[in-house]
């Protein structure tokens, strides 16, 4: 069959998923007075459509901070702005000022979901197959099971067209930006980061490997030389693309100020709700957020998430080739998840894209981690009503995932680019051989998971511990990530050599 | 060969857990009164003894199935009642508990098990292809999309909610069966499937015939005359007490309680119209089409008086009975001679000229097609007995191939109208495009070096069903005739895919006569 049926087979059966999954329920359907990010979405549509730039940020009788105040950056704003202009064509009520505030209607759910589905159709999804066309090794079959695999993947699936957020357009811009640079349009990709960082300032988390990577690249081609003239042009494009974004704000520095401040909320908190990162995990055992004083509390976080990245960044800073990138971008985002201020469970999906990058020459691992992600978020989802989807994507995902990148046969310590280091592992447990053993510590994962899904969905927690399933949730899936973390930059420091890999794929 | 078995089996799974994932998802669609329909049928089946259930009218919707369904649909509400018990309260008209849903929607996921099973049976009764490795060549392969993926069956079962993926394994087992020259196994599940949906009695001709002429006979004379002398008497009685047995057991019970009369008149209501509220895309519609045309002409030429038109708006929305205005008004007993000669040649063809079980394939096609063209208040949904069928001989004629791409994107799109909701829009353009996307690519695939499997009209005819559909549904209802003439678009689809439709039939026809099943026949 041609490429272009399998392709677009595949980017159907995607959407398909997506807008199916988008017929349940959403964050906060019909529960004021807060409802939820749906309502968030919907109230930033509002502001920016009724009032003047100037006092978007900014709390006024018009605009209720406190009430889903507006605290991402400009370029969300515009895009609020977009849907507004086409909400208000459709039924003016959906945006009008203060009465709409809560609105909810199918018509309305309806618009909400297709702006969502238009920003799949226009950044991220072309983004996934140009990556997997383009930037993949191996043959047609393996190119399009991969794409199959990532447009699947159920995590950012269940979090923009289920609970509803537009993850896809941050993390589609970034995946342009990985596009750029593995493709050698450094100047498009840096543009495409930038708007990614302006869409959403979570992408921090990516913004390091980007950096060290364009810094390794113009260094190695000689500060001197076209080195030096490189980085100027990137550095110009940064800048540029920055004061684009931000230009109704630079006016007047009280603007910009302001904006960053809502950007950042140093004030609520080292984390919310049950997360599975460091902190939310070692609260269970040293009650850190009350012992230590809020000031305390961010410059350690801040310390260790430098140390955590440290890593991963000098080695890509002296070795900028696309392999060590993309394995940066995942370093670097599990440190920022694992050890930052203020991280909230759907920030895995920061992760989980770049590991997605990683199919198809990490499939076992990729996989494992992804499902583990997925389910991180099983608390969140439950609350939102999106049990069933979660089950049924999460289920196709893992089957996919086993039958198409043949998860169970590329177990080995070379598989695993593990070569070298695991000859002393074998010595130790004789009668195992290793990727028996990986496989071994894959089905048991999916048991506890399916386990954990399982009493958490049904069973009541005990009244003396009403957050039992939660932790338990969190804390197996910390495992998970630091586990997946240490594993990532081991093969990032490790760097083994790939032609062993290179073998197989031809 | 182990490995050639492993593989199919590795890939046959895939796509039926794909599927069934598919249809998980679905779980929270729209869903149309046969919902309620079978949910009252699970009220009936379980509230109420055998004795009233064809009596039972305090819903609308009517037990109007054969006897093997009510008892189908008693099982199933042993199961229901572990859902919610409210279901299965006759008084409880509408209910749609989520626990409902789910249980209603998993009972057709989990039924849809024989489908598949189905599925896997008739796909080993396809030649492999010699000399291909790439799974996505293999003819099993594709038959096995064709069918898991159909898009008709999908929409309809796991959306619109009705039984047919069970109904439709049935059919497709027993039609393995007699592939595999099991025929009285054939025979039987072609009787139990009529005492669970007697629609089946369109093809039941083709059966009978082809039973008669290529079962009883027991060896076949080499110029094909029939030679009397062969009928055996013993596979005649083998089949009867079969056929008598399955009967006996479903309506059995019926005849001793004296109800024989009260259950055939549920079953054959004819006292509906001669089409359904959205027309059929069969012969019907271009009739009345045809009547409605002459109708407004004769009233611009002054020739018909208006007053006395009679007075019906044709696509109204309910089940009504309709009078022509100028064309003659069909009776029922029209409709099924119209049927019968429809499908005469046909049945005659298997009878003289027998070639073996893809001719009789062919026929039940055929007469599946005939019933749907001029049968009396034909659903939209009955185009589906020739569709599926028919993916069987498309995946190994290059011919039945192109028919098949014509038949299937027409019904297909002829089934857009029973998804009218707009949440559901998106879904079913897009498992249409999938369909439509995969069956042309892997046909074309299949039959590579054997040139193009339709021609430019026919091409051109296809792909006006891209304009005809952004006129219908996204053109027209900003329009003001949405509101004055809320039928057009229906009527539009009706009559564009109704000349698909025919086209198919008579290249179907002229397929059946050129004996190209001889080939067939020789290379198995």
Redesign the interface.
Known sequence: ??TW?IV??CV??G???R???S??SYSGASKPPMFGDYEAQRHWQEVTYNIPVHQWYFNTTDNDLNYWGLDYPPLTAYHSLLCAHVANLINPDWVKLHSSRGFES??HK?FMRATV?VADILIYIPAVVIYCLYLTEGSAKRKASMLLCVLLYPGLILIDNGHFQYNSISLGLALWGVLGLGLGWDLLGSLAFTLALNYKQMELYHALPFFCYLLGKCVRQGLTGRGLTALVKIAVTVLLSFALCWSPFLSDPQQAVQVARRLFPVGRGLFEDKVANTWCSLNVLIKIKTLLSPETQIYLSLAATLLAVSPSSVKLLTKPTFWQFRLALVNSSLAFFLFSYQVHEKSILLAALPVCLLMNELPLVSVWFLQASTFSMLPLLLKDGLF??Y???S??FL??GL??LSLLDRGTADDLRLGPLCGRLGACLPGLTFSSLVRWGFASSVLAIAALTFSSAVLAAPARFPDLFPVLVSTLTYAHFLGAFVYFSIVQLVDVPRRSSKKKAN | MAVQKKEFCSWFSALAIGVSLLKCLLINTYHSTDFEVHRNWLAITHSLPVSKWYFEEYSEWTLDYPPLFAWFEYGLSHIAKYFDNKMLVLQNLNHASPATVLFQRLSVIFTDLVFIYAVKECCKCVQDKKGTKITLENPRFVLAVLLLWNFGLLIVDHIHFQYNGFLFGILLLSVARHFQGRHLEGAFLFSVLLNLKHIYLYIAPAYGIYLLRSFCFIQDSPDRSIKWRNFSIVRLLELAVIVCSVFAVSFGPFIALGQFPQVVSRLFPFKRGLCHAYWAPNFWALYNAADKALAILGVKLKLLDMQRLPKASMTGGLVQEFRHSVLPSVSPLATLICTLISVLPAILHIWLRPTGARAFLRCIIICAMGSFMFGWHVHEKAILMAVLPLSLLAVENQRDAGIFLILATTANFSLFPLLFTTPELPIKILLMLLFTIYSFTSLRMLFRATGPLINSVESAYLIGFVPLEILCEFVYPLTLWQQTLPFIPLMLTSLYCALGVTYSFLRLYVSLFSGQDFTSKAKT
């Open positions: 069959m041609e049926a677009s087979i159907l059966l959407l398909t998923t807008w199916t999954v017929l349940n199918p018509a309806l589905i069933l989807p089950i049924v994507t289920l196709g089957f996919f039958h198409l």
